[in-house]
Structures are given as structure tokens and as C-alpha cells.
């Protein structure tokens, strides 16, 4: 894996040959990434993994035509033929009017901002090793744990590096650690399973192990002998670990791809209330340590910190440089790229602002409900926003939690779900996008 500089280095080189080579305009990007990892079971080493990987894709434009390309040979042979290939591939692609590089105009030039994404304490794999074990010995230390399915503990770093033949360049490094425990509860027919994980670009930012295979082992527990619920509308609110999930489906939609393919249940929807005028959902590329902090956007333009709902309204569409043209727009630097082709769409951080009451006040009202705790399936259409998904969780009784119930249903439509939904206040700020306990009244539950 290249340094930083050197990654830099080599996609400047990359985009001066395929110049050369006869394309009018280019761009390359390098992605490489190095992580080691130990998993254990019942006190044993089970598996010890260490992976190292590096890409460089290449983008060629000639007039308006382009090829995307890539290789993980980096040598300067291996190069010099891939820019050669790209302008071929590039002549003989169908034109495309929306493709292009980002508006020079609006490039960001540095000095980019330090984001504190990089941890230089490198964990041994011993002390992975040691970290696995105490989460695993701390779930199985739960009354009523009969077996583990694992836990394990891991360290790596990602260099991102990016060059454009009108004048960007950049790279920046990270690194990453984890700990999680997976584990089981009960005998024969009446098992469960849980889990706990946490992720964190610095070590000391991780939860203890022990708290980790704590919360695997008690959240497993919880879902023994479930019961189950009876169908018809009801409230229903969502544990932080999954009510992220909601928010990624609005992000999804506000894609600026989906929007010029009016595949989004958000056309005609900007600038219009979705949410209770108390809502915010904001968005923070440059938040310290963050796991989705980032200088520069994948096409080379300034990220920033900004709110996708402000008071309960949606404020734009999150573009790419191909996107906002077909728009009649301009980007908004949230391009993502990865090991090849064209920009997607990606966001930085993201919060769901805290509400003013607490998890229990937010239950207190609630005469007959259900709090899920774990999601299946894929039951989102992104054309209408309609939602249905599996769950399981715990049953709601006269504002308290009443035992754990499964095989059920939770749906209903998107648009009508933000319009109803209520945050607690027990904002969690460990996540890539980060939520607090969610009350949405009015879904459909489908169960017995």
C-alpha cells in the first residue's frame, strides 16, 4: 500500500498518460486498503486473517465519449498500457452528454482540513486476540448464554488518492478498529442469537470489550420465549441500532441519479415539509474521527457540513457532477468513487437531532405497541416509498416494555412514516449515521 503522497503521485502520472495517450480530459483514482483480524470461539483462535489490496481506475474522456478502467498492477508498463486501452475503449463508447469531470470553477484546492482519521497505535495481534477474548468471555458470563457463534477484534487503514487532468489533486489516509461478539441463548427449537459491534477510527474511541459482549449477551437474553403480536395499526418505535436504517432510505432517495430517472418517491417533494417542523437531520463530512469524514468529494470538490431536513423540510438533492448536469445544476460535492467506474453518490456523517423527551417519556402513552430491535429483508420500494420489513423486538403494554415477540411485519410508506415520526433523546454518536430511539405512530403491524 502507498503512502498518501505517493498514492497522489501515482494517479498524477496515470492522467498525464492517458493525455498523452490522445483523451481530452481524464481523471484516476486510487483505493487501497490493509486490515488484520482474529476471530475466536468458545476461548479458541478460530481464524486469523491479514488482507492487503490496492486499485487504480482510470476515467478517459474524448469529446463525449468515456471508459472507465482499472488495474492493481501499478507498475509504470502496466500503466502506460491501461491509459493507452482507455482512450481506445473511450473513442469507441456511445457518447454521453451528462458525463464529465466537475466544474473546474468549483474545485477545492486545499489546505484540507485535519480530520484526526488516523490512530498510529497499531494493535499486535495479540492484543486483537486479547480483545476478542474479553468479549466473548464477558457474553458468555451472561446467565442463560449456552453457546457462542464468536467474536472478534480487528485494525486496518484505507488510502483514498485522487488526480484530474484540469487541476485537482489529493489523498488522505484512515484507520479503523472493531470488536464484536455474536452469541446464543436457550436449547433446541427455542434458540436465539445476538449481537454487539462497535467500529471507531481511533482505538481509544472503541467501548470496552467487556461491554461489548455484555450488550451481545443481555440483547440475546432479552429475545428468549418470544411471543407473538397481533396485527393492526399501531405505534412503533425503533432501537437506535436500527433506526438509521430509515434515514439511509431518505438519503437514497434524495440521490440526484434517482431524481433525474424520477425513480424516487421524492420527486416533487423539495423544499416541501416531510417531517414535524422540529426535525433536523444533518449532515457533517469534516466531524473529527468521523467514520464517514472526508476532505473531498470523489470528483475533487469541497465537502460541507450542511442539513438534509432543516425544520422538518427537505432542503435539495445530493449530486454528482453527471447528475446536476442532467439536473440543469450544480454539484454538491458528495460524490463517492470506488475501486472503478463512474462517481456514485455518497454522504458524510450523519445525525438525527435529538428530541427533547427521553426513550421511556416517548413510550409512556403507549397502550399497546411493539419496539423493534432488529430488521429482514428488503422490503423498500424506492419508487413509492412503500415499506415492509420483518422484525423482531419487544412488545409495548401501557408504556413499558412487556416481553419479546417475533415473526412479525412492521409497513407502511415512507412519506407517511417521516410525517409521524417523533426522535427521543438519547442520541448515540458512534455511527456512520447516528439516530435516537424512533417513535413513528400509525404502521401496520402484520403478526398472528
Same mark, same amino acid.
Given at each position: 500500500?502507498?503512502?498518501?503522497?505517493?498514492?497522489?503521485?501515482?494517479?498524477?502520472?496515470?492522467?498525464?498518460?492517458?493525455?498523452?495517450?490522445?483523451?481530452?480530459?481524464?481523471?484516476? #483514482?486510487?483505493?487501497?486498503?490493509?486490515?488484520?483480524?482474529?476471530?475466536?470461539?468458545?476461548?479458541?483462535?478460530?481464524? $486469523?486473517?491479514?488482507?492487503?489490496?490496492?486499485?487504480?481506475?482510470?476515467?478517459?474522456?474524448?469529446?463525449?465519449?468515456?471508459?472507465?478502467?482499472?488495474?492493481? &498492477?501499478?507498475?509504470?508498463?502496466?500503466?502506460?498500457?491501461?491509459?493507452?486501452?482507455?482512450?481506445?475503449?473511450?473513442?469507441?463508447?456511445?457518447?454521453?452528454?451528462?458525463?464529465?469531470?466537475?466544474?473546474?470553477?468549483?474545485?477545492?484546492?486545499?489546505?484540507?482540513?485535519?480530520?484526526?482519521?488516523?490512530?498510529?497505535?497499531?494493535?499486535?495481534? /495479540?492484543?486483537?486476540?486479547?480483545?476478542?477474548?474479553?468479549?466473548? /468471555?464477558?457474553?458468555?458470563?451472561?446467565?442463560?448464554?449456552?453457546?457462542?457463534?464468536?467474536?472478534?477484534?480487528?485494525?486496518?487503514?484505507?488510502?483514498? #488518492?485522487?488526480?484530474?487532468?484540469?487541476?485537482?489533486?489529493?489523498?488522505?489516509?484512515?484507520?479503523?478498529?472493531?470488536?464484536?461478539?455474536?452469541?446464543?441463548?436457550?436449547?433446541?427449537?427455542?434458540?436465539?442469537?445476538?449481537?454487539?459491534?462497535?467500529?471507531?477510527?481511533?482505538?481509544?474511541?472503541?467501548?470496552?470489550?467487556?461491554?461489548?459482549?455484555?450488550? #451481545?449477551?443481555?440483547?440475546?437474553?432479552?429475545?428468549?420465549?418470544?411471543?407473538?403480536?397481533?396485527?393492526?395499526?399501531?405505534?412503533? $418505535?425503533?432501537?437506535?441500532?436500527?433506526?438509521?436504517?430509515?434515514?439511509?432510505?431518505?438519503?437514497?432517495?434524495?440521490?440526484?441519479?434517482?431524481?433525474?430517472?424520477?425513480?424516487?418517491?421524492?420527486?416533487?417533494?423539495?423544499?416541501?415539509?416531510?417531517?414535524?417542523?422540529?426535525?433536523?437531520? #444533518?449532515?457533517?463530512?469534516?466531524?473529527?474521527?468521523?467514520?464517514?469524514?472526508?476532505?473531498?468529494?470523489?470528483?475533487?470538490?469541497?465537502?460541507?457540513?450542511?442539513?438534509?431536513?432543516?425544520?422538518?423540510?427537505?432542503?435539495?438533492?445530493?449530486?454528482?457532477?453527471?447528475?446536476?448536469?442532467?439536473?440543469?445544476?450544480?454539484?454538491?460535492?458528495?460524490?463517492?468513487?470506488?475501486?472503478?467506474?463512474?462517481?456514485?453518490?455518497?454522504?458524510?456523517?450523519?445525525?438525527?437531532?435529538?428530541?427533547?423527551?427521553?426513550?421511556?417519556?416517548?413510550?409512556?402513552?403507549?397502550?399497546?405497541?411493539?419496539?423493534?430491535?432488529?430488521?429482514?429483508?428488503?422490503?423498500?420500494?424506492?419508487?413509492?416509498?412503500?415499506?415492509?420489513?420483518?422484525?423482531?423486538?419487544?412488545?409495548?403494554?401501557?408504556?413499558?416494555?412487556?416481553?419479546?415477540?417475533? /415473526?412479525?411485519?412492521?409497513?407502511?410508506?415512507?412519506?407517511?412514516?417521516?410525517?409521524?415520526?417523533?426522535?427521543?433523546? &438519547?442520541? /448515540?454518536?458512534?455511527?456512520?449515521?447516528?439516530?435516537?430511539?424512533?417513535?413513528?405512530?400509525?404502521?401496520?403491524?402484520?403478526?398472528?
Amino acid at each position: 500500500m502507498l503512502s498518501p503522497e505517493d498514492a497522489r503521485d501515482r494517479a498524477q502520472t496515470l492522467v498525464q498518460l492517458v493525455l498523452r495517450a490522445g483523451a481530452d480530459a481524464a481523471d484516476a #483514482a486510487y483505493v487501497a486498503s490493509a486490515s488484520e483480524s482474529i476471530q475466536v470461539r468458545l476461548g479458541k483462535l478460530e481464524d $486469523v486473517e491479514r488482507s492487503e489490496g490496492e486499485h487504480i481506475s482510470l476515467r478517459a474522456f474524448c469529446g463525449k465519449r468515456n471508459a472507465s478502467i482499472g488495474s492493481s &498492477d501499478l507498475g509504470d508498463a502496466a500503466l502506460d498500457e491501461l491509459a493507452r486501452r482507455a482512450v481506445d475503449m473511450a473513442r469507441a463508447a456511445p457518447e454521453d452528454a451528462y458525463a464529465g469531470l466537475a466544474p473546474e470553477e468549483l474545485l477545492t484546492t486545499g489546505p484540507f482540513p485535519d480530520l484526526d482519521m488516523i490512530d498510529l497505535d497499531e494493535p499486535s495481534p /495479540e492484543t486483537l486476540r486479547q480483545m476478542a477474548n474479553e468479549a466473548e /468471555e464477558a457474553a458468555l458470563a451472561i446467565s442463560g448464554i449456552t453457546n457462542s457463534e464468536g467474536a472478534g477484534a480487528s485494525a486496518g487503514a484505507s488510502i483514498f #488518492a485522487l488526480a484530474t487532468s484540469h487541476g485537482f489533486s489529493g489523498a488522505y489516509r484512515t484507520t479503523s478498529h472493531s470488536v464484536s461478539a455474536t452469541v446464543v441463548a436457550g436449547e433446541g427449537g427455542e434458540k436465539q442469537r445476538d449481537y454487539a459491534w462497535r467500529q471507531a477510527r481511533h482505538g481509544e474511541d472503541l467501548l470496552a470489550p467487556k461491554e461489548i459482549g455484555r450488550l #451481545a449477551g443481555e440483547r440475546t437474553i432479552a429475545k428468549l420465549n418470544p411471543g407473538g403480536l397481533k396485527s393492526g395499526p399501531m405505534p412503533v $418505535v425503533f432501537d437506535p441500532r436500527i433506526g438509521g436504517s430509515l434515514i439511509g432510505h431518505l438519503i437514497g432517495a434524495m440521490s440526484g441519479s434517482s431524481i433525474a430517472r424520477r425513480s424516487s418517491y421524492l420527486l416533487e417533494k423539495r423544499g416541501e415539509p416531510l417531517f414535524d417542523p422540529s426535525v433536523v437531520i #444533518a449532515e457533517d463530512p469534516h466531524s473529527k474521527r468521523g467514520l464517514r469524514s472526508r476532505p473531498f468529494d470523489g470528483e475533487g470538490l469541497p465537502t460541507r457540513a450542511h442539513n438534509l431536513i432543516d425544520a422538518g423540510r427537505l432542503t435539495g438533492w445530493l449530486m454528482d457532477s453527471a447528475s446536476a448536469r442532467q439536473l440543469g445544476e450544480a454539484p454538491t460535492g458528495h460524490a463517492s468513487r470506488g475501486s472503478g467506474g463512474a462517481p456514485g453518490v455518497s454522504v458524510g456523517n450523519v445525525h438525527l437531532a435529538a428530541g427533547s423527551a427521553s426513550s421511556a417519556e416517548l413510550m409512556s402513552d403507549i397502550a399497546d405497541g411493539v419496539y423493534v430491535t432488529e430488521l429482514f429483508g428488503h422490503g423498500v420500494n424506492g419508487v413509492t416509498g412503500d415499506y415492509s420489513r420483518g422484525a423482531t423486538g419487544l412488545r409495548i403494554i401501557d408504556g413499558e416494555l412487556a416481553g419479546p415477540v417475533a /415473526e412479525f411485519t412492521v409497513a407502511g410508506n415512507l412519506l407517511d412514516m417521516f410525517a409521524h415520526l417523533t426522535p427521543a433523546s &438519547d442520541l /448515540e454518536w458512534f455511527r456512520s449515521i447516528n439516530v435516537p430511539t424512533i417513535r413513528i405512530d400509525g404502521m401496520t403491524v402484520a403478526g398472528d
